[in-house]
């Protein structure tokens, strides 16, 4: 029997969906979407579903994680009902249901919430360096660079980083565990042999890596009213997951050697690779800053706070990155370090509320619901031919 | 331009249509004197150019041309045609002035008599809009075959001016010498039936018209099914193939924000239905369906008519077409949500019928100087007092008649024009 939550439409307006009760289920999103397929018929199911409030439908549906917001059922409704928002708004709502803790839905609902926690993180590293800073040297290295090992020894931070990287993984694998109860647990009538989970993981990895399902979205993107016919939105946003993916690695794994004060050549690794990845970031920055400011696609039209906290805490981090890095080979000792501090006092709210509780959380919602829904098709197929 | 002496009269209405034409014969019965003043070649609105009329399949040319008549042989009617009016303005009560616009027709209308000598000389060919561009007409021409008045018009915009049509004109009726001219006019009252405009079907990109030559309005499919139809058959435009799987995309510019147009046409599901229970006795051998999202068969004996084509055959299919796409074959490719089932479907067609919506028409504001005349949110003539005095519009004395005030079908707008004309009757005796 199907709970109905009469109060649904009221929650997701919080979530940013507020036009969705316009629907007239005329069927034209889902006839445009170049993403909806048989058995994954969406954006109007998940409209149906909203409007009549059946929260448990739409907590095991895996519709809104592959909608990738082209914008085309948006800009094509005959109500303006808005469909590819509120594809947006449940994806943020089901990051909220999967969190078992709660924070993630008073993130989304609640701008004293989300602000207030950034800042207390914030504040957190800031008095920890106060406390336990090293000694702030002006005296540079034979090259002419800071000591910033000294001030903030790399064999420290490392320990932070798998402190905080401990934290973040048990939160968002139990969210992901709790998605995989509510999507292939509950609410499923097909019978899943354990087999097809192994034999599609392929499809986690190559969606995890490439975003491959978001390059075929018919994204009609134009930057500056230019028509393209490739997706630059997936480029771009290939580009910034792959230049953070790679950031990631060298401040998790290979601190020690990313956070020297040696200062290698132009064209080492360690200075290319980090080159890579800021200007990856801040390419695909630039363009989300562009698209939510210009507003010409339908998925710039309508901003979250969430959403800006997300790019503008990204944008600091990776500024304040590079001004560490320039402040560093420079030369400027107190420049260096008071940026570091800033630096880390802005990444470390931006992962310990994006990626398990926020928006960030789509890094591994996105991917898996691909490979369950692979594993759901698969398994309706075997079942079928039985 | 040239200028001619003031002429003076009861009522001037504006637009030659049904509504307008009813309005006018109306007030001309009650010994009024009417200037009936209509912007196209002839008179007979959109009315005239359909084929029958829904729910009863009556005749419209039929009904339409006796009343055109009528109109023209009233002796208290006095009708310019190609003419149009501006600057209304309300000088006191019961007194309008306004000026009248004759544009030329480069023909003399008192000397032709339309033998078509010269259309049958005339070397230009171009588009005729009057058979919504299925076929050509000449540069000098009748504009249809029952226009009234029955006289050429010489399309000066594509004419070559080879001359050939002041050699051939039996009665030297051919003059390239008119300009336009200005009369001045005054008037104790006015009546607004400048009609509706149909939308352009290509601002919806998807659909393809335009684009795909068998994609096709409804007016282009309503004139292959009148008896003066160009092709005397239902023939599909890109290879003159007898259509035998036809689909009609209702909503099309209806009920869509997209395109500037919230509100529903009134008109589109019956004309529509009515068009699939013609094609079936045209081409017994065709299967006609209807996309559509609801269909709304609200007057009386609209859902027995909807009904029976159901019986006839007819398919309804509910969900609103997204996008057409063409097959090498001319062929259409339909691509919808079927809301019965909710599962994306695809299917074929081999013509593809756009029902298209009603818009307001956006000159009849222009035509008032001062004070200015009100439109309602969705750009018709706004109507001051629905309930009380539909007609009344914000200036006491001009009253609103047909689709002016927005969408309605013919029996409504014959209606209307019957109660515009009562409100300038009373509003003049009083």
Not at chain 1, 100 to 113: K, P
Request: proline share 4%.
């Amino acid at each position: 029997m199907s709970k109905v939550n009469t109060a649904l439409a009221s929650e997701l307006q919080y979530y940013g969906a507020k036009e969705f009760s316009a629907c007239y289920n005329c069927g034209n999103c889902t006839a445009i979407c170049s993403l909806a397929s048989e058995n994954n018929e969406f954006p109007r199911k998940m409209i149906r579903l909203s409007t009549l409030g059946l929260e448990n439908e739409i907590e095991s549906s895996l519709e809104p994680w592959l909608c990738y917001y082209c914008g085309e059922c948006s800009s094509t409704c005959p109500r303006q009902a808005e469909p590819g928002e509120l594809m947006m708004s449940l994806r943020r709502y089901l990051t909220a249901r999967y969190d078992w803790t709660g924070l993630s839905r008073r993130f989304y609902t609640s701008e004293i919430w989300e602000l207030g926690a950034i800042f207390l993180l914030a504040a957190f590293i800031l008095v920890l360096f106060i406390f336990f800073h090293g000694p702030m040297t002006t005296e540079l290295t034979a090259e002419g660079g800071v000591k910033l090992n000294t001030f903030a020894p790399w064999k420290t931070i490392e320990i932070g980083d798998w402190i905080m990287a401990a934290f973040l993984g048990f939160f968002l694998l139990s969210n992901i565990f709790n998605m995989y109860l509510k999507v292939m647990v509950r609410n499923n009538n097909v019978k899943i042999p354990i087999k097809l989970y192994f034999t599609t993981l392929w499809d986690l990895a190559f969606n995890f890596a490439t975003q491959w399902e978001f390059s075929k979205s018919d994204n009609k993107t134009k930057i500056a009213g230019k028509q393209f016919n490739i997706s630059p939105y997936w480029i771009m946003h290939w580009l910034l997951m792959s230049s953070y993916v790679l950031m990631l690695i060298l401040i998790m794994v290979f601190l020690g050697w990313f956070q020297t004060d040696i200062i290698y050549e132009w064209w080492h690794p360690q200075r290319i690779l980090g080159y890579y990845a800021t200007f990856g970031l801040m390419a695909g920055l630039i363009y989300f800053f562009y698209n939510r400011i210009k507003k010409e696609q339908e998925s710039g039209k309508h901003s979250h706070l969430s959403d800006w906290v997300f790019i503008v805490l990204l944008a600091l981090t990776t500024i304040s990155g590079i001004l560490v890095h320039f402040f560093r080979i420079y030369g400027l000792p107190y420049s260096t370090y008071y940026m570091y501090v800033f630096h880390l006092m802005v990444l470390f709210p931006m992962l310990m509320i994006e990626v398990p509780f926020s928006k960030w959380s789509h890094l591994a919602y996105r991917p898996f619901a691909i490979y369950f829904a692979k594993v759901k098709s698969a398994a309706e197929k075997m079942n079928s031919k039985n | 331009m040239e200028q001619q002496n003031e002429l003076s009269f009861d009522t001037l209405v504006i637009g030659g249509g049904i509504a307008g034409s009813e309005a006018a014969i109306n007030l001309a019965n009650l010994d009024y004197k009417v200037i009936l003043v209509e912007k196209d070649l002839s008179l007979g609105g959109k009315m005239i150019h359909l084929s029958k009329v829904f729910p009863t399949l009556d005749c419209s040319a039929c009904i339409t041309t006796p009343k055109v008549s009528e109109t023209i042989r009233h002796p208290n009617i006095t009708i310019y045609t190609y003419s149009e009016v501006k600057n209304i303005v309300k000088v006191s009560d019961k007194k309008f002035t306004a000026t009248l616009v004759k544009k030329p027709r480069y023909v003399n209308e008192d000397l032709c008599t339309g033998c078509q000598e010269c259309e049958d000389k005339c070397p230009v060919v171009v588009k005729d809009q009057y058979q919504y561009d299925l076929v050509g007409r000449k540069a000098v021409y009748v504009p249809f075959s029952i226009a009234n008045p029955r006289v050429v018009n010489i399309d000066i915009e594509n004419c070559i001016l080879c001359g050939i049509c002041e050699k051939v004109c039996p009665v030297d009726a051919i003059d390239f010498t008119q300009e336009a001219v200005e009369i001045p006019l005054t008037v104790k009252s006015v009546i607004i039936a400048t009609g509706f405009e149909l939308f352009d079907p290509t601002q919806i990109l998807r659909y393809g018209f335009g684009k795909f030559k068998n994609v096709v309005t409804a007016m282009q499919m309503e004139r292959q099914l009148v008896p003066t139809r160009p092709y005397n058959s239902v023939l599909r435009p890109k290879d003159g193939k007898m259509p035998d799987n036809i689909a009609y995309i209702l909503c099309t510019g209806s009920r869509d924000e997209t395109v500037g147009n919230p509100i529903c046409s009134q008109i589109c599901c019956m004309y529509s239905v009515k068009q699939a229970q013609l094609l079936l006795g045209a081409l017994p051998m065709a299967d006609v369906s209807i996309y559509c999202m609801d269909i709304r068969a609200f007057g009386k004996g609209f859902c027995e008519f909807y009904q029976q084509s159901i019986g006839m055959g007819v398919e309804f299919h509910k969900g609103k077409v997204a996008k057409v796409t063409e097959k090498e074959n001319g062929n259409l490719i339909l691509r919808y949500e079927n809301i019965e089932n909710g599962k994306i479907t695809e299917v074929e067609h081999d013509l593809v019928v756009l029902s298209i919506g009603v818009l307001p028409n956006p000159e009849a504001k222009l035509l008032f100087n001062s004070p200015v005349i009100e439109s309602d949110e969705f750009n018709y003539i706004k109507q001051t007092d629905e309930l009380v005095c539909p007609p009344q519009t914000n200036i006491e004395g001009v009253y609103v008649a047909g689709t002016s005030s927005g969408p309605m079908d013919i029996p409504d707008s014959i209606l209307s024009a019957g109660a515009a004309s009562a409100c300038s009757a009373n509003y003049i005796r009083n």
